[in-house]
């Protein structure tokens, strides 16, 4: 399971591009840690709610592909998300944990915790509905 993940999580250029990186995971759990980088924050150097959402939405549908069959991969169908707080520190790990595992629909929760000296504060809480959904084929033009 944790190669299928890993592998998933490669393939994501995105991932890459802000500096994130996978933390735990286990069956219906995934953790994504987002190192500070100026480049993500928004006027006030903060965060940008953006970047949570982001994190937010990856690690649900990470915990919810944990989950699924190989021949399935994990598409968020509906998104929610509630900032707590403000987004500082040096980190931000988020932790998704499957509440519910349908067929083809699995209901997602999101944490997403601010790593401030060695004190986690919850900053956001999101909720995912992800799909299994029969493997897209990746389209690459030349």
Known sequence: MRDKINKGFQKQPFMNTIGAKLGKISEGKCEIILPFNLKLTQQHGLFHGGAIATIADNAAGFAAYSL?????????????????????????????????????????????????????????????????????????TA
């Open 68 to 140: 699924m069959s190989d021949e399935y991969q994990p598409l968020t169908i509906e998104f929610q998300l509630y900032l707590l707080s403000r987004a500082t520190g040096k980190n931000l790990i988020c932790r998704a944990n499957v509440l519910k595992a349908g067929k083809t629909i699995f209901h997602v929760q999101s944490e997403v915790f601010s790593l401030v000296d060695s004190n986690e504060i919850l900053t956001a809480v999101g909720m995912a509905t992800i799909k299994a959904s029969k493997s897209v084929t990746e389209i690459t």
